[in-house]
């Protein structure tokens, strides 16, 4: 998977630490950044890939990633 599709990301403009908070309010800042990305869900679907468990991306939290990587584990179990 490649990553130039990262050059025509909002996060390009910003500030890198901008997407690794330390705190809640922080996360939401990024996240409404990530909200109108045009790049989202590529975004999203590079940090899955790639079990990135640090910052926001693909306008999620460490937390969601976690979250959406079990849906999809127990959908496959389930489907199986």
Not at 18 to 31: L, M, N, Q, T, W
Not at 40 to 45: A, G, H, M, N, P
């Amino acid at each position: 998977m490649d990553n130039e599709w990262m050059a025509d990301g909002n996060c390009a403009t910003q500030p890198p630490g901008r997407f690794f908070p330390s705190d809640g309010s922080g996360v939401e800042i990024a996240k409404r950044i990530c909200a109108t990305c045009e790049v989202k869900v590529i975004c999203l679907e590079y940090a899955l890939h790639h079990r990135i468990d640090h910052g926001v991306w693909g306008g999620t939290s460490e937390r969601e990633r976690r979250r959406i990587l079990r849906r999809r584990r127990t959908d496959r179990v389930d489907v199986g």
